[in-house]
């Protein structure tokens, strides 16, 4: 599990960059994000990505302790769509 949580932090980090060097407040797809940095700047969206991966950190650990396949699976899902998300926008934007 240690694995993928590393994985999903590189990923988000990757896509908290990616956003700040090339996109701006309109552009952004998540529109809670959007509303965050255009109200707070880049101060907010970083601390929305870190209260974002917080949530998820704390919904997955007590996914874990019911079911750790279950666990596994949304983080392998999460890693994915943020990876693949990252990948997407490097093709588009760069």
Known sequence: MRVLWLLYLTASAADLYL????????????????????????????????????????????????????AKCVMTFGVCVTTLTCLLFGVIYI
């Open 19 to 70: 956003s700040i060097l090339n996109l701006n407040p309109e552009m952004e797809a998540n529109p809670l994000a959007a509303w965050t940095w255009a109200a707070f700047g880049y101060k907010g969206l970083i601390l929305f990505k870190i209260l974002t991966i917080l949530v998820i950190y704390f919904i997955c650990n007590s996914i874990y302790n019911k079911s750790r396949l279950a």
